[in-house]
């Protein structure tokens, strides 16, 4: 199974600041990676597919870019509902995999 | 609107199984493949497996394998997932979700079910 990495696992930020979040897969993936929010007691919320397409309703402030191995998850200017944990998942090949998570909270 | 309801939390004890249910509206079922999908307390999600749009094939992960049953019903909307010989490990939350059907996100999952608390104690 492909295995996928997060970094960090956690990180404060204060809203309106630009966040990062990095994912690494195990195995090259292509771009067969997508990213997904969620917040306590919720199911994940797709954002982002194919490393960087954004899902409809998605606000443009979240962006995603990267191939093979190597991916972003960039948030450009944090907003107070973004306070959430984030997720990457590839698609690449099965079994689909998740990384463990990168918790955004309140500076 | 596209909604997934699934059934109500369970509790068994070790050893026993759990059918849960997801039944969807809003779209048309018989185009969509159904996952499932399952997340043990503050951990990542876990992907469990896929049917198809007609339920006559099924992909399981390995880990999952000869515990785990997925099935669905046209009529009803309903898809369905069974696990077996259930242990303390398998205490966690089960989402159906549907897949994206799109090519470049096929294999994604871009609506959720609320998610089906199951909690395996003796």
């Known amino acids: 199974a492909i295995r996928m990495t997060q970094s960090p696992s956690s990180l404060s930020a204060s809203t309106g600041d630009r966040v990062t979040i990095t994912c690494r897969a195990s195995?090259?993936?292509?771009?067969?990676l997508a990213w997904y929010q969620q917040k306590p007691g919720k199911a994940p919320n797709l954002l982002i597919y194919s490393a960087s397409t954004l899902q409809n309703g998605v606000p443009s402030r979240f962006s995603g870019s990267g191939s093979g191995t190597d991916f972003t998850l960039t948030i450009s200017f944090l907003q107070s509902e973004d306070f959430a944990i984030y997720y990457c998942q590839q698609y690449f090949s099965y079994p689909y995999t998740f990384g463990p998570g990168t918790k955004v909270d309140i500076k | 609107q596209v909604q997934l309801v699934q059934s109500g939390a369970e509790v068994r004890e070790p050893g026993a199984s759990v059918r849960v249910s997801c039944k969807a509206s809003?779209?048309?079922?018989?185009?969509?493949?159904m996952h499932w999908v399952r997340q043990a307390p503050g951990q990542g999600p876990e992907w469990m497996g896929i049917i198809n749009p007609t339920g006559d094939s099924t992909s399981y992960a390995q880990k999952f394998q000869g515990r785990v049953t997925m099935s669905r019903d046209t009529p009803t909307s309903t898809v369905y997932m069974e696990l077996s010989s259930l242990r303390s490990e398998d205490t966690a939350v089960y989402f159906c979700?549907?897949?994206?059907?799109?090519?470049?996100?096929?294999?994604?999952?871009?609506?959720w079910g609320q998610g089906t608390l199951v909690i395996v104690s003796s």
């Open positions: 809003g779209f048309t079922f018989t185009n969509y493949y």
């Open positions: 195995h090259g993936i292509r771009s067969y």
């Open positions: 979700a549907r897949g994206a059907i799109e090519i470049p996100a096929a294999g994604t999952f871009d609506y």
